[in-house]
């Protein structure tokens, strides 16, 4: 596949990294844009304006599969999108950074009103980023929250506390709920597909997939006693800060949202319904203790600062909150992150990756999710109607990965060993990133 990107930036980089292996890359972007990370990677480089036809057609767009348009201005990635679709059939996602152009234009090709200019996909990092937070929040103890199958099924990851009832037990010994399944698992920073015979230590972080009212089952006998999020604080009154709220706000939760901004204060206060908007800075240890934001259930910090919401980050960690979320810029920040003591460190750009990966497919194999800063894939198959009915363990997966979920129409089931397999059906499976790859070229053979 032929793959160009117009933006050399940090965005720019990740997705080439992704990519660069098995498809051809071409980065368009004036040279002064390029980050020295692209000098490890076996990609073309091209110094222009993606927007600028000629440069397009020194690109080659006309043999594009995918344009990706990340540079930092919006403005410029809509433009060189809708002179992409003058020129090529090549599909064109771009990414915006303002909530009005996503708005506006995620028109779909077949609209009325679109003509001949029209984007593929719109993509807002921001809002992805928000969407992952909320699902985290609203499942007390979980450090990631995937849902599939229209919320019926869900991966949870929990990590196992020093008096967890599964400390020193076998997997096979633990006598989880019905319907659920234990995929992965993290032990010092390490991630690996366990067996029967996995022992559970303190510490370890589990990744759970099954049916959602089995895992919420799940959740209440192993990681929490019926508790519930009901005071969330929000650092933080950006974008990401303000939907967060509204979107908190429609689950009746008591939510607090520091914003350091005056006149940003007055706008959060206008826009939201029951939180309460405090005027001051996230790193005030005196605030925080004034607001009592340590019984805060859940605390999100949420700045556009990594280095602000590390330290707001620690500083409630001292005060003994409960969890603490943490929104980072940069994808290599995320381990220090939570090396230190933070609960979940969250990109945003890590989830604009798995929406372009899921984009770009151009087989039955889609990615859902990664987890665990992209060690491990949650893959999306979906099986032709010619495929030969087998059980899973008759599957023989060329590396280790699980078959987490079964779609099979209307039909939700958490597969053991003896579950058959049938034509169409849609498997969901956990594996780790370096496996994928197998895992995937496995299915495009059978």
Known sequence: MKIIIFGANELGFLISSEFYTNNDIVVIDDERNKVDSFNKLDVAFISGNASN??????????????????????????????????????????????????SSLGIAKDAEYSGDFYI?????????????????????????VENFADGRARLLEYKITPNSL????????????????????????????????????????????????????????????????????????????????KS???????????????ERCNFLSQELKTALVIHGDGTDLELLNEEDISSSDVVVSVTNNDEKNLLCSLLLKQLGTKRVISRVSKNTNASLFEKVGIDIAISSRTASLNEIKNNIKDTNIGILATVEQGQGEVLD?????????????????????????????????????????????????????????IIRKYFEGI
């Open 53 to 102: 036809i000629e440069v397009l057609k020194q690109a080659n767009i006309k043999e594009a599969d995918v344009f990706i348009a990340c540079t930092d201005s919006d403005e410029l990635n809509i433009v060189a999108c809708f002179t992409v679709k003058r020129l090529s059939r090549a599909k064109t996602l771009c990414f915006v950074r303002k909530e009005e152009y996503k």
């Open 166 to 245: 599964l400390v020193n037990k076998t997997l096979k010994n633990c006598e989880f709920p019905k319907d659920t399944l234990i995929v992965g698992i993290t032990r010092n920073g390490e991630l690996f597909i366990p067996n029967g015979e996995t022992g559970l230590k303190e510490g370890d972080k589990v990744i759970f997939m099954g049916l959602s009212h089995s895992l919420n089952i799940l959740a209440g006998k192993f990681f929490h006693e019926k508790e519930f999020v009901k005071y969330v604080t929000i650092i933080g009154g950006g974008n990401v800060g303000l939907k967060l709220a």
């Open 381 to 437: 198959i979906e099986l032709s109607e010619k495929f030969e009915t087998r059980k899973i363990m008759e599957l023989n997966f060329p590396q280790k990965a699980i078959v987490g979920v079964i779609q099979r129409r209307n039909r939700i089931i958490i597969p053991n060993g003896t579950t058959q397999v049938m034509g169409e059906d849609k498997l969901i499976i956990f594996t780790t990133s370096e496996n994928a790859p």
């Open 248 to 262: 908190l706000e429609n689950l009746k939760l008591k939510i607090k949202i520091i914003e350091k901004n005056e």
């Open 120 to 144: 593929d996909n719109v993509i807002w990092p921001e809002e992805l980023l928000t969407q992952e937070i909320f699902r985290i929040i609203t499942v007390a103890r979980a450090l990631d």
